[in-house]
């Protein structure tokens, strides 16, 4: 519970931490549109090289990272078993019975699988290991402004993601002290049926909706009590600045996604 | 004799992740039968964290708790029934009241032990006097009383399934002097009444000297004294290390005995301070007769 409460930020410190927050979503955007450029061996593999540089770049753990493609290893396994098993093409490898594996069935598993991956832990190194919530929905609120002119309330979402997520953990914490408080006076949310399951759900969730209202109260007056009246005027603490080292990453990527292009073009093996 | 012995028990949050946090480090102490036994220490020394041990709310992570010498992790399936004999009032218990009245709120725990309905009933209302609720209060909603009488229901949800040991943690935070005095009189009184173990936690110096027979100070997840109340107040210097006081009053007379007053060692309330007072001006007042 503790570990969730905290989001998947993990503070090392690396070059990627410091980075704009801003320019790690532009970032992130571009590496995502990368991974879908890639068509045949070489630019695979150079997408691979780009993910283990990037995971060495942010000084975090392999084991955490491993630990993050854990839920997608399902819909890894599946897609790749699809694509071996349906995939057609001219040269078969193995036949038995009615099933067929040819070479471009092996080829597309792999390929779906190495995308899969790099989409996965490319983002999370750049946004989620390495940015918190916070800053994240306040780079999202600066990429967004010029939907204003459009009369999207822009700031107002981005307050209220930002109010969601500081809430999250306050709200994990209080359902983790009132099961306490509730197992205290022996109450059992383990075992018996379904219905007596779900029973055992109200002592908490009573006591938690009554905190969430209590806190929401509290938190709207706390703000007028400041005097806060939307986005209009406001200027902020911390004001982000581009600096040199955002635009080299920038640059990096880019000749990233050049670099593949030509390798789809010029590089060699299986292509798709 | 000890009700509640911990041996070499430690607790680490977050293990093997930067926010890893040691709460508890090898800490070993017993806590006796029959006494209120009182646990300070500062903000993060541990103390909450230590009183889940105490019903198995948290396992530790090495060391054993022990509730009438026996382990009470041996059955680890068994371990609600620990819960029913070490009753545990967690910090600002009011927030976990749910029921629709009061009466049915302060039953939840006896109904979990499985009792009979007439000893449910009978349980919730010795409970509720005890803790000084009125009888009218039991059919209304908790949500509508204010906040010490919330804090009272929900102390009377534990004393209702009739603990061997009732553990408080910040029992009086929050309330108002007189709140905070009524709550750990009614806890006295439970005591003497039903001749249960009491542990209370607390960083008011002033209520720990008033109404525990036993001390444990805690710091930064280790122990740092055990003792009579007199004994560890007497190790002023020793409390200062780790952030905390002796009672006020205690300061006081330490003053006094600075400017040559002799008032006596091992005042901790401001009663004692009172008579001693009492019984030096009444010595001096004498001297003055006779020399006249």
């Known amino acids: ?272 | 004799m000890s009700k509640i012995t911990l041996e070499n028990v430690s607790y680490v949050y977050g293990e093997g992740t930067p926010f890893e946090m040691h709460a508890l480090r090898d800490v070993s102490f017993s806590i006796r039968e029959n006494a209120v036994t009182g646990l300070i220490g500062h903000t993060g020394s541990g103390k909450s964290t230590l009183v889940q041990l105490f019903n198995g709310l948290t396992r530790p992570m090495a060391g054993r708790v022990l509730l009438d010498g026996a382990d009470i992790w041996e059955k680890p399936k068994q371990i609600k029934q620990i819960r029913f004999r070490v009753g545990l009032v967690m910090q600002y218990p009011e927030y976990q009241l749910f029921e629709e009245t009061v009466r049915a709120d302060i039953a939840f725990g006896p109904k979990n032990m499985g009792l009979p309905a007439d000893e449910i009933e009978a349980r919730v209302r010795e409970a509720a006097e005890l803790v000084g609720l009125d009888e009218a209060l039991l059919d209304h909603s908790p949500f509508d009383l204010s906040g010490g009488e919330k804090r009272r229901v929900a102390i009377a949800g534990i004393i209702a399934m009739r603990p061997e040991v009732l553990v408080l943690d910040e029992p009086a935070a929050g309330l108002d002097p007189r709140g905070r005095d009524r709550i750990l009189t009614q806890v006295r009184e439970y005591q003497r009444r039903s001749g249960a173990t009491v542990v209370i936690v607390s960083h008011s110096m002033e209520d720990m000297a008033r109404f525990c027979d036993d001390i444990v100070v805690l710091a930064r997840g280790e122990l740092v004294m055990q003792g009579k109340t007199d004994e560890v107040f007497a190790h002023a210097d020793r409390l200062a290390q780790v952030g905390l006081n002796i009672p006020e009053i205690s300061r006081v007379c330490a003053m006094l005995r600075a400017r040559g007053i002799p008032m006596d060692e091992g005042i901790f309330t401001v009663d004692a301070a009172a008579r001693c007072l009492e019984r030096l001006l009444g010595a001096t007042d004498g001297e003055g007769a006779s020399t006249r």
């Open chain 1, 1 to 272: 519970m503790k570990g969730i409460a905290l989001g998947q930020y993990y503070p090392s410190g690396s070059v990627l931490h410091r980075l704009d927050p801003r320019m790690k979503v532009i970032i992130a955007v571009l590496y995502i549109v990368t991974t879908f450029l890639a068509k045949n061996v070489t630019a695979f593999a150079l997408l691979l090289v780009s993910m283990l540089l990037l995971i060495a770049v942010s000084r975090i753990p392999l084991r955490i990272v491993l630990s993050g493609i854990k839920p997608v290893l399902m819909i890894m396994l599946f897609t790749m078993v699809i694509n071996l098993f349906f995939v057609g093409g001219e040269r078969l490898l193995f036949e038995w019975k009615f099933i067929r594996i040819y070479v471009e069935g092996l080829y597309q598993a792999a390929f779906m699988a190495i995308r899969i991956v790099v989409l996965i832990v490319g983002t999370s190194m750049l946004l989620t290991y390495t940015t918190t919530p916070i800053m994240l929905t306040d780079a999202l609120e600066r990429l967004l402004a010029p939907l204003r002119v459009l009369h999207v309330p822009v700031h107002e979402f981005a307050m209220m993601m930002t109010i969601a997520l500081r809430f999250i953990p306050t709200l994990m914490e209080e359902t983790e002290k009132i099961m306490a408080a509730q197992k205290a006076r022996g109450a059992d949310f383990t075992s018996g049926s379904l219905v007596s399951r779900a029973k055992a759900l109200i002592p908490i969730l009573i006591p938690l909706f009554v905190s969430a209202f209590r806190r929401a109260d509290d938190l709207a007056t706390a703000m007028e009590c400041r005097c806060y009246h939307g986005g209009k005027g406001r200027t902020r603490m911390t004001v982000l600045h581009f600096h040199l080292g955002d635009f080299v990453a920038l640059t990096v990527f880019v000749a990233l996604g050049a670099g593949l292009i030509l390798a789809n073009r010029y590089g060699f093996g299986f292509s798709m």
